[in-house]
T-cell receptor, first 113, second 111 residues
């Protein structure tokens, strides 16, 4: 158990819908990263938050947005869902940015039908 | 920009050695190595901060050449449990400390 909690574990939804994925980082971790992993593919960096502020954006679609709340949990919002959005979405947390290990949650498997 | 990993795939016999390489076009602050088993979350192996140090973890070690922005992961006397996909992650120097991963190296260890 990495200490990072992601909910829900599985999500099945229809095209055009909107979903929210939630991530609770390890206690004391200020950094949260979001990644998308399509079937048997690599980890695509989406966005990074540090202590409530957005610090970096990767290849994140305009239909996707995220935020980190004062209690440091983070949410990833995916809207106008398409079949191609089906993937495993991971969040990872670390104490500081880039110089300590990042611990991954178990992921949310999103299936868009 | 994501780092480049090579090779894409490696097949070994138990007890053999392997090297996985990772390179970046950007100046790096740190390099991270992770292993992912199918359907599971990536698991942290080690982190190397700039300074050219080499780190070890049992029979798995890594080096980081800061000048060349390259890192290598060394697996010696591989075990069946080493099978999985290995990802290198890089954090660039500067204020934007995003952790970006390469496309992964699929390692298969056969008995």
């Amino acid at each position: 158990d990495s200490g990072v909690t992601q909910t829900p574990k599985h999500l099945i939804t229809a095209t055009g819908q909107r979903v929210t994925l939630r991530c609770s980082p390890r206690s004391g971790d200020l950094s949260v990263y979001w990644y998308q992993q399509s079937l048997d593919q690599g980890l695509q960096f989406l966005i990074h938050y540090y202590n409530g502020e957005e610090r970096a954006k990767g290849n994140i679609l305009e239909r996707f947005s995220a935020q980190q709340f004062p209690d440091l949990h983070s949410e990833l919002n995916l809207s106008s869902l398409e079949l191609g959005d089906s993937a495993l979405y991971f969040c990872a947390s670390s104490v500081v940015q880039g110089e300590t290990e990042a611990f991954f949650g178990q992921g949310t498997r999103l299936t868009v039908v | 920009q994501q780092p480049v990993q090579s090779p894409q795939a490696v097949i070994l016999r138990e007890g053999e050695d392997a090297v996985i390489n990772c390179s970046s076009s950007k100046a790096l602050y740190s390099v991270h190595w992770y292993r992912q088993k199918h359907g599971e979350a990536p698991v942290f192996l080690m982190i190397l901060l700039k300074g050219g140090e080499q780190k070890g973890h049992e029979k798995i070690s890594a080096s980081f050449n800061e000048k060349k922005q390259q890192s290598s992961l060394y697996l010696t006397a591989s075990q069946l449990s080493y099978s999985g996909t290995y990802f290198c992650g890089t954090v660039p120097s500067g204020s934007a400390r995003q952790l970006t991963f390469g496309s992964g190296t699929q390692l298969t260890v056969l008995p």
